[in-house]
C-alpha cells in the first residue's frame, strides 16, 4: 500500500514539473525587448525536403540586442532559411549579404509588450490547468485505492499542497516573464 502512495505522490510531481518546464519553454519563445537565438527555436527550414530545426543548419546568434545573425552551413541554404523564417510568422523581416541571414528586432511599441504580456498569462494559465488536472487524476486514483479513509484524506491533502506548490511556481516564473517584456 505504501509503494502506491508513493507511486502516485511521484507520478503527480512528475507530471506538474514537466508542466512548469513546458511553460519555460513556451515563455523563452515570447519575445522579451532584446534579440535571443531562442527567439527562432521554432523555425522549421526545408532541408533537402525534409522539415529540420534551423539550429541544425545554422549558427544563430545575436550580435547586440537587436540583431540575430544566422550564418548558414551551407551557402545555398539561405533562401531556404529566409523563406522559414517568413512562414514561421514571427514579425520578423530577414535580410541577406550573401554569406548571412541578418535579422533586425525591432524595438516593442506598448501596446505590443500588452499582447505579448497577455500571451504570457494565457500560458500560465493553461500550465495551471494542467497542473490542476494532474491533482485531479491524483485525486481519482487515490479514490480507487483499498485504504481506509483517513490515509486517502492525508493523500489528498499532500497532492493539494503540491499543487499549491506548483501554482505558486507558475505565478512566479508570469511575473518574472511580464517585468521582462514590460521592461523598456
Not at 550573401?98 to 511599441?109: D, K, S
Request: proline letters at 4%; aromatic letters at 4%.
Amino acid at each position: 500500500m505504501e509503494e502506491e502512495f508513493k507511486f502516485i505522490l511521484d507520478s503527480t510531481r512528475e507530471a506538474m514539473t514537466q508542466a512548469l518546464l513546458h511553460l519555460e519553454k513556451k515563455l523563452v519563445s515570447i519575445r522579451a525587448g532584446k534579440a535571443s537565438p531562442a527567439m527562432l527555436s521554432g523555425v522549421m527550414v526545408d532541408y533537402y525536403g525534409n522539415p529540420t530545426p534551423l539550429n541544425q543548419v545554422a549558427n544563430v546568434n545575436t550580435t547586440d540586442g537587436m540583431t540575430i545573425v544566422v550564418q548558414p552551413w551551407e551557402k545555398s541554404m539561405i533562401p531556404e532559411i529566409e523563406k522559414a523564417i517568413m512562414i514561421a510568422n514571427l514579425g520578423f523581416n530577414p535580410m541577406n549579404n550573401g554569406e548571412n541571414v541578418i535579422i533586425n528586432v525591432p524595438p516593442l511599441t506598448e501596446e505590443r509588450r500588452r499582447d505579448l504580456a497577455k500571451q504570457a498569462k494565457s500560458e500560465a494559465e493553461d500550465t495551471k490547468v494542467g497542473v490542476r488536472n494532474d491533482r485531479k487524476n491524483a485525486n481519482n486514483e487515490i479514490k480507487n485505492l483499498d485504504t481506509s479513509e483517513d490515509l486517502k484524506n492525508n493523500l489528498e491533502i499532500d497532492i493539494q499542497l503540491m499543487t499549491d506548490e506548483h501554482i505558486k511556481k507558475i505565478d512566479q516564473i508570469f511575473a518574472k516573464k511580464e517585468a521582462e517584456i514590460m521592461t523598456v
